[in-house]
Structures are given as structure tokens and as C-alpha cells.
């Protein structure tokens, strides 16, 4: 096994767990967050939660579930390469979609818009209340209790008002420093995954073509050189080798660039890799065909007019589901059902927090079982 750097998360500079706990047996501390990620039942309703095509449109597209298993792949990979802590990469990268909405985007802005006077909903932040407060698996704590390290990662973002209510954890967005680089390989590992498996979802949707990506240099390039080494490969097998190629030049700029940063910067603790500016990066080359290829499944992708109006349709949905329960929250199962006299933004986070772990095709059913006058069945 390859010496880690000395810069790398290790049991021995971890900062630990919330609630302490007798140490694993035969693995490490974050190889237990990964095994109780994997476990945990918001992990297993990614499989019905979208990215870009809601779950009914058809059995090939990913889902939050396979495109979090492709994040963790790359992402051990790179922090493998750079001699960094993989257990604890690919524990970041297995959870960090486990606060995501039903319906992808067009649910969390929807779900945001509900939430605006409540204090608003961002599933960065969802994600870290599933793993501390909602999973309820264990005698001795509420959620996980993952370590520090695993739910710096999940948290990518936050806004000032709301890191300041997260002690220790919220502090690096006040003070201006970074996480861990597991967190940073985590987060453009996540970047990789999505870019290129929308590529490949795209098209076999049929709502983009190969003809398209002549303007995109990251695909073109690759597209080019596999038709020229193959030029009676079948369609299919063609986008297939064109996306292997982009995701390995990629995750191959992705290494060589962070190699770079990381011996410019010289850390030699994680402390020094806290207080610097960010190391893992693409190159400047390659982060530009990075945004022409984000620009472009915007305008062509997730702008089609189909994934917009079904983003309506997930939109009216969840409006609502969140309408008709903090109208009347005697209509939620009675496990999710607020106590007697709670504060309006409690209910409000309550019936957020129930909307937000559903699967899309849940979604859809406790829609029509409330709003629809035809009887739906009970089961799913």
C-alpha cells in the first residue's frame, strides 16, 4: 500500500467524531463512514432520484445512485494518485448527493422557492442534515455520526448566514480556507462525472446529437480521433469511446495539474493545506473546454424544451406537496407528522425534510393520491 502524503487526511489528524465511539475493527474510521453511508436508506433512493431525466422516462439514464458510484471511482483514482486518503474520498463522493430533491434542479429551485421565508433549501445542506439529524439507524445517536472530515466534504457550499450556525464545521467559509483535498478531489470528481455522463445520456436520449459537439472542443477533439481509428464503429459504441477518452484526459489534466499546484504550494501538514489557496485543479486549458462543455448542455441540454416541461411538471409537484401539508400537516404519514403547537418554520423544515426524501416516482404518487380524484394504489 502506497505511503500517503503527509498533507493527506489520516485517522491520526482527523478531528474525529461528534459523539465518540470505540474504534472499528478492521478498518479505518473512514471506511466505516463509507459502509454506514452505503447502508443508510437516503443512499438506496438515489437509485429513484434523477439527474437530468425523471425516473420514469426510462431504465439507461443515471440516477443520483449510479452517479454517485462514478464519482467514487474517479475520485479514488485521482486521491490514489496524489497519495491521499481514497476511503475518505470516496466516502465524501458516495454521500454528497444524499440531501438532492426529487427531480433533480427543477425540484430543489422548487423546493428553495417554498422554503424562501423558512430559510430557504439547498441540498448541500440537506445532505449534511441527512447524515447528522434524519437517519435514524442507531441506539446511541440521531443520523450517522460520520467523522469531521466526511461532513466537510459533503458541504460545498454555504452562505455566511448559514455557516455561522454550524460551529466548527461552518468556520472555513467565514474565514476564508479550504477543506481537506480528498473534499477538493471530491468535488471535481463529482464535476467529471456529471459533465460526461450528461454527454452520453443526452444523446441516447436523442435530444442532442454527435453533429452538435463540432463547436464543443473537449468532445469534438476526441470524437474526431475516435471515428478516425474507427471509422465503422456503430453510433453507440462511437459516444462510448469518445466519453472514455474525455473522462480520461480529464481526470489525466485533473492529476498532472494538482501534482503541479500541490509542488508550488509545499504543504507539509493539513493545516498548511487548509490555509492555502485550492490545489486540486484542472489546467487553465483544459478548465476552459471544461465551461464550453457545462455552456453547451446548458443551451442544448438542459434547456430542451422536453426537460423543461418536465421540470414544470416536477415544479407543480413539489409546490404542491409542500402547499397542501403545511396547510394541513394531518395529511403526512403519521411518523413525519409535526408535534401540536410547533413554530411554523419548524413544520415548514419538517414537511421539507419529507419532500425532499422522496424518489421521483414517490413524488408523482403521493401527488396523484392527494390532488387526483381516481383512486391510486397504496403500494409502489
Same mark, same amino acid.
Given at each position: 500500500?502506497?505511503?500517503?502524503a503527509?498533507?493527506?487526511?489520516t485517522?491520526?489528524?482527523?478531528?474525529?467524531?461528534?459523539?465518540?465511539? =470505540?474504534?472499528?475493527?478492521?478498518?479505518?474510521?473512514?471506511?466505516?463512514d463509507?459502509?454506514? *453511508?452505503i447502508?443508510?436508506?437516503?443512499?438506496?433512493?438515489l437509485?429513484?432520484?434523477?439527474?437530468?431525466?425523471?425516473?420514469h422516462?426510462?431504465?439507461?439514464?443515471?440516477?443520483?445512485?449510479?452517479?454517485?458510484i462514478?464519482?467514487?471511482? $474517479?475520485?479514488?483514482?485521482?486521491?490514489?494518485?496524489?497519495?491521499?486518503? /481514497?476511503d475518505?474520498?470516496?466516502?465524501?463522493?458516495l454521500a454528497? %448527493?444524499?440531501?438532492?430533491t426529487?427531480?433533480?434542479?427543477a425540484?430543489?429551485?422548487a423546493?428553495?422557492?417554498?422554503?424562501?421565508?423558512?430559510?430557504?433549501?439547498?441540498h448541500?445542506?440537506?445532505?449534511?442534515?441527512v447524515?447528522?439529524?434524519l437517519?435514524?439507524?442507531?441506539?446511541?445517536?440521531d443520523?450517522? &455520526?460520520?467523522?469531521?472530515?466526511?461532513?466537510?466534504?459533503?458541504l460545498?457550499?454555504?452562505?455566511?448566514?448559514?455557516?455561522?450556525?454550524?460551529?466548527?464545521?461552518? /468556520?472555513r467559509?467565514?474565514?476564508?480556507?479550504?477543506?481537506?483535498?480528498?473534499?477538493?478531489i471530491? &468535488?471535481?470528481?463529482d464535476?467529471?462525472?456529471?459533465?460526461?455522463?450528461?454527454?452520453?445520456?443526452g444523446?441516447?436520449?436523442?435530444?442532442?446529437?454527435? =453533429?452538435?459537439? =463540432?463547436?464543443v472542443p473537449l468532445v !469534438?477533439?476526441?470524437?474526431?480521433?475516435v471515428?478516425?481509428?474507427?471509422?465503422?464503429?456503430?453510433?453507440?459504441?462511437?459516444?462510448?469511446?469518445?466519453?472514455?477518452r474525455?473522462i480520461?484526459?480529464?481526470?489525466?489534466?485533473?492529476?498532472?495539474?494538482?501534482?503541479?499546484?500541490i509542488?508550488?504550494?509545499?504543504?507539509?501538514t493539513?493545516e498548511?493545506?487548509?490555509?492555502?489557496?485550492?490545489?486540486i485543479?484542472?489546467?487553465?486549458?483544459?478548465?476552459?473546454?471544461?465551461?464550453?462543455?457545462?455552456?453547451?448542455?446548458?443551451a442544448?441540454?438542459?434547456?430542451?424544451?422536453r426537460?423543461?416541461?418536465?421540470g414544470?411538471?416536477?415544479?407543480?409537484? $413539489?409546490? %404542491?406537496?409542500?402547499?397542501?401539508?403545511m396547510?394541513d400537516?394531518?395529511?403526512?404519514p403519521?411518523?413525519?407528522?409535526?408535534?401540536a403547537?410547533?413554530?411554523e418554520? /419548524?413544520?415548514?423544515r419538517a414537511?421539507? =425534510?419529507y *419532500?425532499?426524501?422522496?424518489?421521483?416516482?414517490?413524488?408523482?404518487?403521493?401527488?396523484?393520491? *392527494?390532488? !387526483?380524484?381516481?383512486?391510486?394504489?397504496?403500494?409502489?
Amino acid at each position: 500500500m502506497t505511503e500517503l502524503a503527509p498533507y493527506a487526511v489520516t485517522e491520526g489528524n482527523s478531528r474525529g467524531r461528534k459523539i465518540a465511539e =470505540d474504534a472499528p475493527h478492521g478498518r479505518s474510521e473512514f471506511q466505516r463512514d463509507r459502509d454506514r *453511508i452505503i447502508h443508510s436508506g437516503a443512499f438506496r433512493r438515489l437509485e429513484y432520484k434523477t439527474q437530468v431525466f425523471v425516473n420514469h422516462e426510462g431504465d439507461l439514464f443515471r440516477t443520483r445512485l449510479t452517479h454517485s458510484i462514478e464519482v467514487a471511482q $474517479i475520485a479514488r483514482s485521482i486521491a490514489r494518485r496524489l497519495r491521499l486518503n /481514497e476511503d475518505l474520498a470516496e466516502a465524501i463522493s458516495l454521500a454528497h %448527493d444524499l440531501g438532492h430533491t426529487p427531480f433533480g434542479h427543477a425540484g430543489q429551485d422548487a423546493l428553495n422557492a417554498c422554503m424562501k421565508d423558512y430559510g430557504g433549501f439547498e441540498h448541500n445542506l440537506q445532505s449534511l442534515r441527512v447524515v447528522d439529524v434524519l437517519e435514524e439507524r442507531y441506539a446511541a445517536f440521531d443520523g450517522l &455520526n460520520l467523522t469531521f472530515e466526511t461532513r466537510e466534504g459533503i458541504l460545498k457550499h454555504c452562505s455566511p448566514c448559514n455557516a455561522a450556525q454550524l460551529g466548527e464545521l461552518g /468556520e472555513r467559509f467565514l474565514k476564508n480556507r479550504r477543506p481537506s483535498l480528498e473534499a477538493q478531489i471530491a &468535488n471535481l470528481a463529482d464535476e467529471i462525472a456529471y459533465n460526461n455522463h450528461d454527454v452520453d445520456d443526452g444523446l441516447r436520449s436523442g435530444l442532442i446529437t454527435l =453533429d452538435q459537439f =463540432d463547436t464543443v472542443p473537449l468532445v !469534438a477533439t476526441h470524437l474526431q480521433e475516435v471515428r478516425c481509428a474507427h471509422p465503422d464503429l456503430p453510433e453507440r459504441r462511437v459516444v462510448h469511446e469518445t466519453v472514455r477518452r474525455m473522462i480520461n484526459t480529464l481526470v489525466t489534466d485533473l492529476i498532472q495539474q494538482s501534482e503541479r499546484n500541490i509542488a508550488g504550494q509545499q504543504p507539509a501538514t493539513l493545516e498548511e493545506v487548509r490555509s492555502a489557496p485550492a490545489m486540486i485543479a484542472f489546467s487553465p486549458e483544459l478548465n476552459e473546454r471544461q465551461r464550453a462543455l457545462k455552456s453547451f448542455l446548458h443551451a442544448h441540454l438542459y434547456r430542451h424544451y422536453r426537460v423543461m416541461r418536465m421540470g414544470v411538471k416536477a415544479q407543480r409537484i $413539489i409546490s %404542491d406537496l409542500f402547499g397542501i401539508f403545511m396547510e394541513d400537516s394531518r395529511l403526512l404519514p403519521p411518523q413525519f407528522q409535526p408535534p401540536a403547537g410547533q413554530a411554523e418554520g /419548524e413544520r415548514a423544515r419538517a414537511v421539507s =425534510d419529507y *419532500i425532499a426524501g422522496m424518489t421521483d416516482r414517490y413524488a408523482i404518487r403521493e401527488h396523484r393520491r *392527494i390532488f !387526483a380524484v381516481e383512486e391510486v394504489p397504496a403500494s409502489f
